[in-house]
């Protein structure tokens, strides 16, 4: 913790000093070289910021320095810093200017160090309180009577993440779009072929204190505001609570993601779209819900439109000064299509919270009774079969490299049916002959409500078991059969997740719980209040500060040894790209000419500097180049 106050204060004092005085000349270049955002970058050097791309900062540093240093934020062989680099070179940006002032660049560095913290620091230190993360769906508004589900029905004192689920992808516009006409425009401006039934004439049923159903007409001001808006204000309850756009669901078809996401500009265009839609409608982030990626073409599309998103995400909050837009994804849970669908360590670096769908292990595509969502596996089980159940989905997570308190468990609250083949044999694993009956409500074959199973067992009387093997309950009558949680199950769950110290829980989703309190006779919300006390009581995650084995860990020591190394005059951009080990940087800087022989004011040379962090690379190619100079004499 104290490494995370130094960290903090010191980035708090460099956005102090970069900031303040400052309209220096070429301001803007150096901002968009802090983050080689070239678009930006092209945009100010078709204007009069032309004639200032070689302007020097209060530190003596030119954009090119700037960009050098940024560039330790990516890959060697990025397209963006490359590509920034030498659209600085075309434009006349000097390749040997030196630093004319003694300056820190701690600065720079810290700066540079921040992207890191944000990104794999921060998440991974001590959480104030879990997350409990809720999904609105916009469809529930059309079911019947009072099942019906709308956004006054949000308690959001539950919830500290809302997910608004879903939004489409326009191929042509490039943007997300709406799935329901009236995420955006009033009720009344239905189509008739999509308008819940109570929008036809203007009125909605709404529940009396004592239960009963009363038809009043909808307020002036609900009929002027579309769900987006509906939500959104529900932050004025909870100013804590984060909203986020949900994007994909199982509607939208992998096809969708791969054709508009897996081409590199489309993406680009994509994401930025991405950023005007959310701050318009204003929330506060971006889900991302493919269901799911399936192949190594999906891995590569998947990993490098998180990154992209992120950065996106980061180089906004910075231009526009807002708090950056959260990133989060709902995954699979099942270890084969988790292995073939992520890059699971490399997306746990840049999402901010990761939803694992943990349940759907067994519905009516089995040809046995199985629980949607158990805890832990059973003794019967053999392979793969010992992969269902969340206990093996979060080891899969945390196996593969997503620190515990990003990742999320997804909890039902809705179970999975089965029409049994003998009415006798009640178990879990009886054998089965397709899905069980539709709900009053949900309307969905192989599929009930938690309010809707809770008719079921108090009013129709189906019969109640527990399995304590998998800590879950299933009930059933005549043919009928249901696996699915009760409190006590979402009780054990929730003392789980803080077992496992994950960030939270996430519940799917708001309209299937018992949100009226009639069917199940414990109050509004009984499953996610039940959440919600249950980790209250709980201490929250207080993982140490660490930082996974990957290239990460020798970016940030790179950052580290930087800001100690590089804080004296007279170092070119050569100097700096020596130093950190980017090659390609460097053979495009000695392209152009750089000067390899300038010494900085203790009289090292990028060679020197190369020799010392042992940059193989760096040095064969300054090497590479001595020797045709000497070939040219």
């Not at 990626?293 to 998180?306: A, R």
Request: net charge neutral; with cysteine; glycine share 6%.
């Amino acid at each position: 913790m104290a490494l995370y106050v130094f960290i903090v204060y010191e980035f708090e004092k460099a956005i102090k000093m970069y900031d303040e005085d400052d309209d220096y000349e070429g301001k803007l270049i150096h901002q968009a070289a802090l983050f080689c955002n070239v678009e930006l970058l092209k945009d100010l050097l078709s204007g009069d910021e032309i004639n200032k791309i070689n302007a020097q900062d209060k530190w003596g540093r030119t954009p090119l320095h700037t960009a050098c240093a940024a560039a330790i934020n990516f890959d060697s062989s990025s397209d963006s810093s490359l590509e920034f680099i030498m659209t600085l070179i075309d434009h006349g940006c000097g390749v040997n200017i030196q630093a004319n002032e003694h300056y820190n660049f701690r600065i720079l560095i810290i700066m540079d160090l921040y992207g890191y913290i944000v990104l794999f620091i921060l998440p991974q230190l001590t959480i104030e309180e879990y997350v409990i993360g809720c999904y609105f769906t916009n469809w529930a508004q059309h079911r019947q009577q009072n099942a019906q589900f709308l956004p006054r029905h949000i308690d959001s004192k539950l919830c500290t993440h809302l997910y608004f689920a879903f939004a489409d992808i326009d191929i042509k516009l490039k943007t997300p779009t709406t799935f329901e006409k009236n995420d955006i425009l009033p009720p009344q401006s239905f189509p008739p072929s999509r308008s819940p039934q109570q929008s036809i004439d203007n009125q909605m049923k709404l529940m009396t204190n004592n239960g009963d159903l009363t038809t009043v007409a909808l307020s002036h001001q609900q009929q002027k505001i579309g769900l987006y808006e509906q939500v959104n204000r529900l932050k004025h309850d909870n100013p804590q609570m984060k909203t986020l756009l949900s994007l994909g669901g199982a509607s939208v078809n992998g096809t969708k993601f791969r054709l508009m996401l897996g081409d590199k500009i489309n993406r680009k265009d994509f994401i930025r779209n991405t950023v005007k839609y959310l701050r318009k409608h204003k929330f506060d982030g971006l889900d991302l819900d493919w269901e799911f990626p399936e192949n190594e073409n999906d891995k590569k599309i998947f990993s490098e439109l998180v990154q992209d998103y992120r950065r996106e995400f980061q180089n906004e909050a910075f231009v526009t000064n807002r708090a950056r837009l959260l990133l989060t994804a709902a995954v699979q849970a099942y270890k084969p299509k988790i292995e073939a669908g992520y890059n699971v360590a490399l997306i746990g670096q840049y999402l901010d919270l990761i939803n694992l769908m943990a349940y759907d292990y067994h519905g009516s595509w089995d040809i046995h009774t199985g629980h949607n969502s158990p805890l832990f596996s059973r003794k019967e089980q053999r392979n793969n079969e010992l992969l269902l159940n969340q206990k093996a989905s979060i080891d899969t997570w945390l196996d593969y490299g997503v620190p515990s308190n990003k990742l999320v468990l997804g909890m039902p609250m809705y179970g999975r049916t089965f029409r049994l083949k003998n009415k006798k044999n009640t178990k879990i694993n009886s054998a089965v002959k397709g899905a069980g009956k539709k709900g009053k409500y949900t309307l969905s074959d192989g599929f009930l409500a938690y309010y809707e199973i809770c008719d079921l067992i108090i009013n129709q009387k189906w019969k109640n078991e527990w399995d304590s093997e998998q800590e879950i309950p299933y009930a059933y009558k005549d043919d009928q059969w249901v696996g699915y949680d009760n409190i006590e199950s979402i009780k054990k769950k929730s003392q789980y997740v803080a077992e496992r110290n994950l960030a939270g829980a996430m519940v799917w989703s708001l309209d299937l719980d018992d949100f009226t309190g009639e069917f199940c006779k414990a109050g509004k919300y009984p499953l996610l209040t039940t959440i919600k006390k249950t980790l209250n009581a709980l201490q929250p995650p207080t993982t140490p500060i660490r930082i996974q084995k990957t290239t990460t860990e020798t970016s940030i020591a790179t950052s580290l040894v930087l800001s100690s190394t590089l804080c004296c005059q007279n170092i070119t951009p050569l100097h700096i790209v020596c130093e950190s080990g980017n090659e390609k940087i460097v053979a495009l800087l000695l392209f152009h000419k750089a000067e390899i022989d300038f010494p900085d004011i203790n009289g090292k040379t990028p060679l020197d500097l190369a020799l010392e962090n042992r940059r193989l690379d760096c040095v064969e190619l300054i090497h590479n180049e001595i020797g045709k100079n000497y070939q040219n004499l």
